[in-house]
T-cell receptor, first 112, second 113 residues
């Protein structure tokens, strides 16, 4: 079964609106990563979060890792058409360092 | 240029005909992995390798084989492909250490008829 749940599956926003995608795991994660995949492209690594409660920012993107290290979110402020794509979270458990459990992704569409 | 190269990029094949998808990286990375991507299911890990001669199963290893005889190459082998293996396949690599960036190849579209 799916180890990491991600919602929503789709999100349509108008340019300038904010966007958030959420990931949730039933088990504690050692770290969580976020990826962006443009239409027709390959996943591109965005960031990794490791510490409980960690918050990281990349320009308009804010990433959070929950206190219990079971959930995470990606928030985009004032979306732009260049933000279009599918955003994936991927979690790793401490006991299996080579395994990476991806969420199903959130497909973001931005209307100009 | 640092890259992960997959071949072929596109392939249509018939059920039962053995095929190999090659993956090569030029970054001297220890870790390599294969994923398949299907609509609505995201990326699912097939196999991974922590280093030469070390491979392990991911979430969906059935019907696939891999080998890691040298550091730069990690081929994915479908001994007897079936239509349910029609998918988009990605190879990825990263240096040793889980905090390092993972680099994905461009993807290989495989159709089994």
């Amino acid at each position: 079964g799916q180890q990491v749940m991600q919602i929503p599956q789709y999100q349509h926003v108008q340019e300038g609106e904010d966007f958030t995608t959420y990931c949730n795991s039933s088990t504690t994660l050692s770290n969580i990563q976020w990826y962006k995949q443009r239409p027709g492209g390959h996943p591109v690594f965005l960031i990794q979060l490791v510490k409980s409660g960690e918050v990281k920012k990349q320009k308009r993107l804010t990433f959070q890792f929950g206190e219990a290290k079971k959930n995470s979110s990606l928030h985009i402020t004032a979306t732009q058409t260049t933000d279009v794509g599918t955003y994936f979270c991927a979690g790793r458990r401490g006991s299996t360092l080579g395994r990476l459990y991806f969420g199903r992704g959130t497909q973001l569409t931005v209307w100009p | 240029e640092a890259q992960v190269t997959q071949n072929p990029r596109y392939l249509i094949t018939v059920t039962g005909k053995k095929l190999t998808v090659t993956c090569s990286q030029n970054m001297n990375h220890e870790y390599m992995s294969w994923y398949r991507q299907d609509p609505g299911l995201g990326l699912r890990q097939i196999y991974y390798s922590m280093n030469v001669e070390v491979t392990d199963k991911g979430d969906v290893p059935e019907g696939y084989k891999v080998s890691r005889k040298e550091k730069r190459n990690f081929p994915l082998i479908l001994e007897s492909p079936s239509p349910n293996q029609t998918s988009l396949y990605f190879c990825a690599s990263r240096p040793q250490g889980t905090g390092n960036t993972i680099y994905f190849g461009e993807g290989s579209w495989l159709t089994v008829v």
